[in-house]
């Protein structure tokens, strides 16, 4: 079973932050989050992942709470193509990804 | 660089028969992976290969199988078709073998395979 906690859906105004929140109250010390998307009917794209410190790339940035047991997936200005279900994923112990429902996030004009 | 690729892109079988899909990670990537998705059933793990050798390998049954080559491409076989097999199979490719430093995953864009 997934690790992970995500809400099934949200809103985001086009050329808003959109900030995608996850739990994972569970996670142990040494496990990454890790954050992909999938448009529809196309392969999950990586995203970013982390371990305790905040991550940013030039997609979106990651922020952990100091707790670890919970982050949050920024994607500073949404457009119409990061309309997509977003999958915040603690991998299992072998490594293997383990997808859960997502957050559906719809970006409106 | 060149991205994961999947071929055939669309298959379509009927129950009973047997199917081999093809996968070919990106260059210099070692590890790839097998997921199988479904409306129902989400994105679903099915196997992981890394210099040849399954390393891992998810709750499916013995009708689902894999290879992986010495250039890396892997191929994975389902035989004797059920209509619970019609779905989107994807493969994913990362640098090296999990649960080593993280390496992300790359995704092909799957092949979507319908059984009737």
């Known amino acids: 079973d997934a690790k992970t906690t995500q809400p099934p859906s949200m809103d985001c105004a086009e050329g808003r932050a959109a900030n995608l929140p996850c739990n994972h109250s569970?996670?142990?010390?040494?496990?990454?989050v890790y954050w992909y998307r999938q448009i529809h009917s196309q392969g999950p794209q990586y995203i970013i992942h982390?371990?305790?410190n905040n991550e940013t790339n030039e997609m979106a940035s990651l922020i952990i709470t100091e707790d670890r047991k919970s982050s949050t997936l920024i994607l500073p200005h949404a457009t119409l193509r990061d309309t997509a279900v977003y999958y915040c994923?603690?991998?299992?112990?072998?490594?293997?990804?383990?997808f859960g429902k997502g957050t559906k996030l719809s970006v409106k004009p | 660089k060149a991205g994961v690729t999947q071929t055939p892109r669309y298959l379509i079988k009927t129950r009973g028969q047997q199917v081999t899909l093809s996968c070919s990670p990106i260059?210099?990537?070692?590890?790839v992976s097998w997921y199988q998705q479904t409306p129902g059933q989400g994105l679903q793990f099915l196997f992981e290969y890394f210099s040849e050798t399954q390393r891992n390998k998810g709750n499916f049954p013995g009708r689902f199988s894999g290879r992986q080559f010495s250039n890396s491409r892997s191929e994975m076989n389902v035989s004797t078709l059920e209509l619970g097999d019609s779905a989107l199979y994807l493969c994913a490719s990362s640098l090296g073998p999990r649960p080593n430093p993280p390496y992300e995953q790359y995704f092909g864009p799957g092949t979507r395979l319908t059984v009737t």
């Open positions: 260059s210099g990537h070692r590890s």
């Open positions: 994923i603690v991998p299992s112990k072998e490594g293997n990804l383990i």
């Open positions: 982390g371990l305790k």
């Open positions: 569970t996670i142990s010390g040494n496990e990454y």
